[in-house]
């Protein structure tokens, strides 16, 4: 339902000139990181410039860019119950997205390839339940809300035909302090969604990987690849890389042995492109690459490396450490450093 | 930020009032990885002459005591090919090295050819795929001589390697940070950083993972789960891990007292107890001797937060203590 405060926000955001990319220097990216005691939203061109950075009021956890216009979603660390809307050419706040009473954010949204609609992953805070909350973005106004087909949804993808992926990470979390409370017996799934909303179809995890809680997403040839962070035994190595495509069963494709705890059970962001899936552990210091088709190829060392996104020219990576990344099979290269800590996720805007 | 020096300029220079990293390469990380390689070289030599399992014990004793200086140094060299978990696979909880080492030993002997075995999955290896021969619990289904030779040579070689690339190039990053050219460390705070991390994970894994697992829930102790218990160095490795770790914080910096006598405690409480194996679990009385060590380690990771890390100036990663 819209909120008086939410319909004069949407007022004041339709009522101002929306800037495209191109008028900020078409940026290839979004990231969220924190300047001395100061959390910013920077752009960055392809090569790791900074092209703009606008103030955040807190730690952010993900972004969403809106596809044509020059404004982005920033989602509280979840679970949150605030997400602002900011015009990247002014910095001005556009919106301030409150999900309805009961309902917290889970840290991450899409919009639809034209633009028109945001979509957010919610949980009901008591109980975790999923919904996807729907906003109209001329406005900001929330004009409805559908169930994820899950327990703690965290990342969602749009499909190019407009349906939904949702990661639904199984986890029941406690509303006020983010402690977990279903461990022993949670179940993650995949759940795709019509673009109205519809459950289309859904897959589970295996007995074995019930632990394995399906986290982020990222958008492949036929479907998408899932990235999982193991709940269960540290000591167990399992895969944290999955394939999907809709209508078939999840594939897992495990690291070498070698390396099969490098990522101490945690994959943070993932993101595909140029024939590459990159995951990331932050705990463990590690970037991972896999081939298309889910065969290991590489394990990269940094410290706090957590941020990965494919841009214009390969895959691009970020660290709590200030650095940015080109991601190749041989190795990391440097593209740029700031005096900034760049947060979990690296966000790839559509070009 | 000061130029470059080669190790034996600092070896001259530094005195322990100016306790830095490059003190740590020096006076911990180098001579704990060439004792490690001398301890292996000196196993896999003894393997070769003679293979009975009790001959070979001390030999093997001693290799793991050098495994415990370099230990919690979970980054550079030996995190290459695997290497740390080929040199010590534990814990498994799914007894997958041993289900891999049964099938050696019956195995084609091209499989225990150095190339071919370093090939073996990191699990069945190591140190702790040798205590399984040299301790064996249960009757083997062959002769382990020529699987104990292959590994105890194995084992040699990963650690002279990974000896070999942090004397030949790998120290020089940590000491060239901030440099051009060295993008493995931006800066001298991320090498301070990256040292810090290993503490805090280091005393982590002593907590959870050596006394944790044996101790298991209060209802559910779990004893078998012990560290080295065929061998009966559960309690050793734990007290050796804190020497080493202590002698790794005095190479950093010499004004952290509290961080220093936590660990003298935390040493005295595991020299204290009189249960090698963590046996005790079970009973309530001894039990809580081993809660009341889990506890000073636990502290003590406390006290390294609250001093140690403000005294570097670093903490636990922005993302890696995130989590999302």
């Known amino acids: 339902m819209a909120s008086r405060r939410a319909f004069l926000a949407g007022l004041l955001a339709a009522s101002l000139p929306r800037p495209s990319w191109a008028d900020l220097g078409n940026p290839a990216f979004l990231a969220a990181g924190k300047r001395g005691s100061v959390h910013e939203l920077h752009g960055l061109s392809s090569s790791g410039d900074s092209l703009f950075a606008l103030p955040l009021p807190a730690r952010g956890h993900a972004a969403a860019a809106h596809p044509l216009r020059a404004e982005a979603v920033a989602f509280a660390r979840r679970p949150g119950t605030f997400a602002r809307v900011v015009n990247c050419l002014t910095g001005t706040p556009l919106a301030e997205l409150t999900p309805p009473v009961g309902r917290q954010f889970n840290g991450h949204g899409a919009y639809s390839a034209d633009g028109q ?19 109209d973005t001329a406005r ?147 970037l991972m690459l896999f081939d298309a088709a889910g065969a290991p190829l590489a394990t990269l060392r940094r410290a706090d490396i957590s941020g990965v996104a494919a841009g214009p020219a390969g895959l691009v990576a970020s660290d709590g450490q200030g650095g940015l990344w080109s991601v190749a099979p041989d190795g990391l290269q440097l593209l740029a450093r700031h005096p900034v800590l760049w947060d979990n996720h690296l966000v790839a805007l559509p070009l | ?74 980054f ?61 619990t249960e009757d083997l289904p062959a002769d382990p001589c020529p699987l104990i030779r292959a590994t105890a040579h194995d084992l040699a070689t990963m650690a002279a390697g990974v000896n070999a690339a942090w004397v030949g190039g790998y120290g020089d990053l940590l000491l060239t940070a901030g440099e051009p050219g060295n993008t493995t460390y931006l800066s001298r705070p991320e090498v301070r950083q990256a040292l810090f991390t290993q503490l805090a994970a280091g005393l982590e894994f002593l907590s959870d993972s050596r006394l944790g697992r044996p101790l298991g829930q209060p209802a559910k102790p779990a004893p078998e789960k012990a560290e080295a218990r065929a061998s009966g160095r559960s309690l050793r490795n734990v007290v050796l891990a804190l020497m080493a770790m202590r002698q790794m914080v005095e190479t950093l910096t010499p004004d952290v007292p509290r961080t220093l006598a936590a660990f003298d405690h935390a040493i005295e409480v595991a020299q204290g107890l009189d249960d090698p194996v963590f046996a005790g679990v079970t009973d309530p009385a001894q039990r809580l001797k081993v809660e009341i060590l889990q506890q000073a380690v636990q502290r003590l990771r406390e006290v390294v937060l609250e001093e140690l890390a403000p005294e570097l100036d670093v903490g636990i990663g922005f993302n890696a203590a995130d989590g999302d």
Request: hydrophobic letters at 45%; aromatic letters at 6%; glycine letters at 10%.
């Open chain 1, 117 to 135: 609609w945001l979509m957010t992953s919610e949980v009901v805070a008591e109980g975790s339940a999923g919904r996807i909350g729907l906003w």
């Open chain 1, 140 to 286: 900001y106004i929330r004009v409805g809300e559908w169930d994820s087909g899950g327990i703690g949804p965290h990342d969602i993808k749009l499909l190019a035909d407009g349906r939904i992926v949702v990661a639904n990470g199984g986890i029941q979390t406690d509303p006020t302090d983010r402690s977990k409370l279903n461990l022993d017996r949670m179940q993650p799934n995949l759940a795709l969604l019509s673009p109205n909303g519809a459950l289309l179809d859904r897959v589970e995890m295996p007995a074995d990987l019930r632990q394995n809680s399906i986290r982020h997403l990222a958008l492949t040839a036929r479907g998408v690849a899932f990235a999982m962070q193991w709940e269960g035994d540290p000591a167990l190595p399992v895969p944290q890389l999955g394939l999907w495509t809709p209508g078939e069963a999840p594939v897992f494709c495990p690291p070498d042995d070698a390396d099969s705890l490098a990522m101490k059970g945690y994959a943070g962001s993932i993101a595909t492109g140029a024939g590459l899936t990159a995951l990331t552990s932050a705990p463990g210091g590690a």
């Open chain 2, 1 to 74: 930020m000061k130029p470059a020096l080669s190790l034996i300029c600092l070896s001259l220079l530094a005195g322990p009032a100016l306790a830095d990293y490059p003190e740590t390469l020096s006076d911990h990380i180098l001579p704990g990885y060439a004792a490690f390689a001398q301890a292996t070289a000196a196993l896999d030599q003894a393997a070769q002459a003679d293979c009975a399992p009790e001959a070979l014990r001390p030999a093997w004793n001693a290799a793991f005591d050098a495994w415990l200086g370099v230990a919690h140094l979970q």
């Open chain 2, 76 to 136: 550079g060299p030996v995190e290459d090919h695997g290497h740390r978990l080929a040199i010590a696979f534990w814990p498994d909880p799914k007894a997958l090295g041993w289900k891999q080492q049964k099938a050696l030993l019956t195995a084609d002997p091209a499989k225990l050819e150095p190339e071919a075995f370093a090939e073996q999955s990191v699990a069945a290896r190591g140190l702790f795929g040798l205590e399984r021969l040299l301790y064996p």
